[in-house]
């Protein structure tokens, strides 16, 4: 086959069916795009809990949904940090989104590290700006305001699963996105050598298209029985069981607690509990509280497809990848390979060349959203209890590996290929793990240690006093 795409069908009932559909509509207007809605499986986390990272801003604008109109219409909520307590340090520490505040001539946390040698500094989250404004509960409209010195702060979202999906369908039919009817089923694939062929529904009709997207989940509905190469991250991933119960009230910042069996999550749209299926299910509970009775217990199975794109079968969301609850990261990596998809977007020959290095960078985009979880497992100082202590027999990944231990010699942070993650959060989490380079960076060494510390203490109190001038809004208060 050769020339453009005309037809795609897409196979899922989530958010992550509902942002592929629009995208592919968009990017082929005169392609007919059929969204064919299957029920959304529990260990969807992508579907069910969607988060939104500030390098997924460009693609939701793309779609209709820029992050503006999520946070305005009340479909998002700003996520600006996570909090880390009992997590193998004496004192809570804080993972902010987007950048910290920038010296010039050298890395943040270089001039950190230095002025540590002196004496007390601030935290490293105090140098960073979403943390300041978080901890404060300002105000966020304003301080996010064109005239604010914080515009640029960078924002994540929590993100209402109904209301955001509301928004797409809008946008679905506004990009003409035809929407099979409830009830409509698969039950039957034929397949050949490009990929498949046609589907067999229920309602005695055959489908082909061009282009097929399983956003169904671990279902997989479009993968059929054959097994598919898989990368197992269960070793170095070690949650695989996960308790939800009821929404917190909404707070800026997502709280995690190591506990001995797991640990215990805060999010805008769940109180979760993560652990492993040889953990103690009933401890797990209890540390819940009232609520470990009632929740929900998800099972998971974290990996991804090696081939995500094989043949005509483009797989996202958890079809793809399962990265596991820590972080929320399912949405994230879905939105991040369908950009990547857009980009790359083959014709109807489905060119193998173009399918590989898709899988390539695919592959690659979601090994370094992973490697920020399986960094807060095995980095520095574990927490205590066999939970950790399984944890922290995990051989990470290698080039998650070269970076911890590069990190660990100078305080460096290379730059990696399909990184969507800033180097002020992986400096945030491996200084919060406890992570100490042995050496000082050449550069922070010809900077007198009391000159370092002078402008890291100058630097705190900037912030704190700029976000103290903010209006304060007690929803927001944590």
């Known amino acids: ?26 990017a082929l207007p005169r392609a007919r795009v059929l969204l064919l809605p299957v029920p959304v499986p529990a ?14 801003g460009a693609l939701l604008a793309k779609l209709g949904i820029p992050v503006g109109r999520l946070s305005a219409q009340g479909i998002g909520a700003l996520r600006l940090a996570s909090r880390f307590a009992d997590w193998g340090a004496d004192v809570p520490w804080l993972v902010g989104e987007g ?83 409830r009830g409509l089923a698969i039950v039957g694939i034929e397949r050949g050598p490009a990929g498949i062929v046609e589907l067999g529904m229920n309602d005695g009709c055959r489908w082909q298209a061009d282009l097929f997207v399983d956003a169904s989940g671990s279902a997989r509905a479009l993968r059929g029985s054959a097994p598919a190469p898989v990368a197992d991250w269960r070793p170095m991933l070690p949650v695989d069981r996960l308790l939800l119960a009821a929404p917190e009230p909404y707070h800026a910042i997502d709280t995690y607690r190591a506990r001995p069996g797991g640990w215990q999550a805060h999010w805008p749209a769940a109180t979760g509990y993560g652990f ?64 990547l998809a857009l980009e790359l977007l083959p014709g109807r020959e489905m060119a193998p060349l173009l399918l590989a290095e898709y899988n390539r960078r695919a592959g690659l ?21 066999a939970f950790w202590a ?57 900077m007198p240690v009391d000159a370092a510390r002078t402008a890291v203490w100058q630097m705190a109190d900037d912030l704190a006093r700029t976000v103290a001038a903010l209006p304060i809004d007690n929803g927001n208060r944590i």
Not at 154 to 159: E, F, P, Q, R
Not at 365 to 385: E, F, K, N, Q, S
């Open 390 to 446: 399984r944890a922290a027999r995990a051989a990470p990944p290698e080039p998650l590996a070269a970076r911890m231990a590069q990190f660990a010699r100078r305080g460096t942070l290379s730059p990696l290929a399909e990184d969507s993650v800033d180097r002020d959060v992986w400096a945030a989490i491996l200084l919060g793990r406890g992570v100490r380079p042995q050496l000082t960076g050449p550069i922070a060494l010809n």
């Open 1 to 26: 086959m050769t020339g453009a795409i005309r037809s795609v069908v897409v196979c899922g009932g989530g958010v992550v069916a509902l942002s592929a559909a629009v995208g592919l509509a968009r």
């Open 99 to 181: 950048e910290a505040l920038a010296p010039p001539g050298i890395a943040l946390q270089q001039l950190w590290l230095r002025a540590a040698e002196g004496g007390s500094v601030p935290p490293f989250h105090d140098l960073v700006p979403a943390c300041a404004l978080a901890t404060a509960g300002a105000a966020l409209p304003q301080a996010l305001h064109p005239a604010s010195p914080l515009v640029g702060t960078a924002t994540a979202l929590h993100i209402d699963a109904a209301r955001l999906t509301g928004a797409l369908a809008g946008s679905a039919r506004e990009a003409g996105v035809q929407v099979a009817p």
């Open 276 to 339: 492993s299926a040889t953990s103690d299910e009933a401890a797990a509970r209890k540390d819940l509280g009232a609520a470990g009775a009632r929740c929900e217990l998800v099972s998971l199975d974290p990996g991804r497809l090696i081939d995500g794109w094989s043949g005509n079968v483009l797989s996202l969301g958890e079809a793809a990848v399962q990265p596991g609850p820590l972080g929320l990261l399912g949405y994230p990596i879905a939105l991040g390979q369908l950009a």
């Open 365 to 385: 985009h979601a090994d370094r959203l992973r490697d920020t979880a399986i960094a807060l497992y095995v980095a520095g100082t574990r927490p205590r209890g």
């Open 43 to 56: 260990d969807a986390l992508a579907d069910r809990l969607p988060v939104a990272l500030p390098a997924n």
